[in-house]
C-alpha cells in the first residue's frame, strides 16, 4: 500500500518548473501529482494543518483578473506551507497608473521572488512571464486559454469517485466557447484516457470543437443519459446582461441546459460538478447544489490539496 | 546480520518498550516510513502475541519538515501520514530504521508535536551507525555500527525486500559484509 510510490519514484522523476498548463505536461506527470495531492489533503485534516516546508519561499500571487476562489485557495495552499505571500491585484496597484506587465513583473522579481502565480484577461501572459524572470510561474487562469489547477481539482475530486478515470464519461456543459476550464480539462482528461463530451447552446459551442476528439452534443437528456460525470459550467451573467445575443434569455437556458432534481431522479448515476460560483437556478436548479450528488464544496478543499502539491512538487530540489 | 537476529532484536524492543508501564497497550507507536513502518508493525506483532494487547500504531512522514529538501536532487515523494489517535499526554515511541546524522529524527519530531503535545517520545533504531550532527540518541538500539561516511547501512525487511537482514555496504566498491 505504502511501497508504490517508492517503487514509482525511481524510475520517474518530475521534471516541471512551471504550470503554464496541461498541455506540455505528460500522463505520468499529471497522475503523479495527483497521487501526491492524496497525501497533502491529509494535512488539511492535522489539528495543526500547517507545514514549514516552503518557509524559504517567497510567493507573489498577480491577479490581473478578479478571482475570489482560486486566489484565496492558492493563498491558503501557500500559508498551509509556511510561504510569505504577497498578493497583488490591478485593483489598487501601479497597474492603475499605467506600468505594463513587463515593468512590474521586473520590478517584484528585483524582490527576490521564487514564484509567481498569475491570473490575466490575456492567454498566453504566463508563457511571457518565463522568459523574464527565473521564478517558476503557475497558471491560474489566462483568458480562455488554459486554468490547469482547477483542471488537477477536478480530476483529483473524479478520481476519488472513480479511481481509474479511464474510460470514464465526462460531460462538460455550457459556456464551451468561453471557458478555460474546459481546455485544461479536456487536455487532461483525454491524457487519462478518459471520454469527453461537451454539450451547450449551439451559439457556445466553439466551431471545429469536435477535432479535438470530444462528442458533442445540443441535447441535455442524451448528456445526462450517457455520462458518469456532468459538470457545468457557469454562465457569465455579466457577459449576457451586456446583451450580447448568445441565447435568448436565463430562463431559456436553465429549461434547456439547467441540471434540475427530475434528472438526478431519472438518472440514479452520474456525479454533479461545478467549478463554481455556482448560478442557483441558471446552470443547476438550487436543491442539486445541496444534494449528495453534488460534490462542489470537495472541489474546493481538493482545490487547496491540488495546490499545495503543485507548488511543493515545482519549488524543490535542484533541477536537472 | 542475519534474519533470527533481526528478529530476536525485534522481541528485545517490544520488551524493553514495554519495561517503564504497567499496561502493555499504555504507549504509542509511530513507524517512519518507510522502514521504520514495517519494523515498528513487526515489534506491534511480538507485543500482541505476547500480551494479547495491542498499542495504538501510527505512521509518520516527514518529508514536510525535512531541513535538506533544498538541497537535493531531485524532490522527494511524499508518502502517507496517519496518526489516528489523539498524541495529547501519550507516551510515544518513535521507530526507524538507520539512525545516521540525527536531522530525520529532529524532523519527526516537530512534525509530531504539530499533531499534539505528547507526554514523552522515546526513539527505537536498528542501526545506530554514528556521525550525528545533532545533539540527539537512541533510547533502544539493534547494533551499534561504527561506520565510515562512503559506506551505507541497508536494513531489509520481509515486506518489502524479501529478507530479514542488515547490510553494511561500501558503496565505493559494492561489497557485502553480510
Given amino acids: 500500500m505504502v511501497d508504490s510510490t517508492e517503487t514509482g519514484s525511481v524510475e520517474y522523476h518530475f521534471g516541471q518548473k512551471h504550470l503554464l498548463g496541461l498541455r506540455a505536461y505528460s500522463r505520468e506527470d499529471i497522475l503523479y501529482i495527483l497521487e501526491q495531492a492524496r497525501y497533502f489533503r491529509e494535512i488539511l485534516d492535522r489539528p495543526v494543518p500547517k507545514v514549514p516546508t516552503l518557509r524559504d519561499k517567497t510567493i507573489v500571487n498577480l491577479f490581473y483578473e478578479n478571482s475570489t476562489r482560486t486566489r484565496l485557495s492558492f493563498e491558503l495552499a501557500q500559508k498551509r506551507m509556511g510561504a510569505d505571500v504577497v498578493n497583488f491585484s490591478t485593483g489598487n496597484s501601479s497597474a492603475k497608473k499605467g506600468e505594463s506587465l513587463k515593468d512590474t513583473i521586473r520590478n517584484i522579481s528585483s524582490m527576490k521572488i521564487n514564484m509567481v502565480v498569475v491570473r490575466h484577461e490575456s492567454p498566453g501572459v504566463p508563457d511571457f512571464l518565463t522568459r523574464l524572470v527565473d521564478a517558476s510561474i503557475i497558471n491560474a487562469g489566462d483568458g480562455a486559454h488554459e486554468h490547469p489547477t482547477q483542471a488537477l481539482l477536478d480530476m ?3 478520481q476519488q469517485i472513480h479511481p481509474e478515470l479511464k474510460g470514464r464519461k465526462v460531460a462538460i456543459i455550457g459556456d464551451i466557447s468561453h471557458s478555460r476550464v474546459v481546455r485544461s480539462n479536456l487536455i487532461g482528461l483525454k491524457k487519462l484516457g478518459a471520454e469527453v463530451l461537451l454539450c451547450g447552446p449551439k451559439t457556445l459551442m466553439p466551431l471545429y470543437v469536435e477535432k479535438l476528439g470530444v462528442h458533442i452534443s445540443y441535447d441535455l437528456e442524451e448528456t445526462l443519459k450517457w455520462c458518469d460525470i456532468a459538470m457545468a459550467l457557469r454562465i457569465q451573467l455579466e457577459r449576457q446582461e451586456r446583451s450580447t445575443g448568445l441565447f435568448p434569455s436565463l430562463r431559456e437556458y436553465y429549461q434547456k441546459f439547467g441540471i434540475r432534481m427530475e434528472h438526478l431522479e431519472r438518472y440514479p448515476d452520474f456525479t454533479v460538478m461545478h467549478p463554481g460560483p455556482v448560478n442557483r437556478g441558471v446552470e443547476l436548479e438550487s436543491d442539486v447544489v445541496d444534494s449528495e450528488r453534488a460534490v462542489i464544496l470537495n472541489q474546493v478543499t481538493n482545490g487547496v490539496a491540488v495546490r499545495m ?3 511543493y512538487l515545482l519549488s524543490g530540489g535542484k533541477r536537472v | 546480520m542475519p ?3 533481526v528478529n530476536r532484536t525485534f522481541k528485545r524492543f517490544a520488551h524493553q518498550i514495554l519495561e517503564p508501564f504497567d499496561d502493555a497497550a499504555h504507549p504509542a507507536v509511530i513507524g517512519m516510513q518507510t522502514r521504520g513502518v514495517h519494523i515498528a508493525r513487526r515489534i506491534l506483532n511480538v507485543i500482541e502475541s505476547e500480551y494479547s494487547q495491542r498499542p495504538d500504531f501510527g505512521i509518520l512522514d516527514v518529508t514536510f519538515y525535512r531541513d535538506d529538501f533544498r538541497t537535493r536532487l531531485k524532490v522527494p515523494a511524499v508518502q502517507i501520514t ?5 498524541l495529547y499526554d501519550r507516551d510515544v ?7 545516521y546524522t540525527g536531522r530525520t529524527v529532529r524532523s519527526a519530531m516537530d512534525a509530531l508535536m504539530d499533531y499534539g503535545r505528547p507526554r514523552s517520545i522515546h526513539f527505537c533504531c536498528m542501526v545506530d551507525r554514528g556521525h550525528r550532527e545533532l545533539p540527539i540518541t537512541a533510547d533502544y538500539v539493534g547494533i551499534r555500527v561504527p561506520t565510515h561516511q562512503n559506506e551505507e547501512v541497508q536494513v531489509k525487511v520481509k515486506e518489502l525486500d524479501g529478507e530479514d537482514a542488515v547490510y ?5 566498491m559494492e561489497q557485502d559484509h553480510g
Fill in chain 1, 156 to 158: 483529483f475530486t473524479m
Fill in chain 2, 168 to 172: 553494511l555496504v561500501n558503496v565505493d
Fill in chain 2, 3 to 5: 534474519a533470527e537476529d
Fill in chain 2, 93 to 99: 515511541i518513535l521507530v526507524d530504521d538507520v539512525l
Fill in chain 2, 82 to 86: 496517519e496518526i489516528p489517535f489523539d
Fill in chain 1, 309 to 311: 502539491a503543485v507548488l
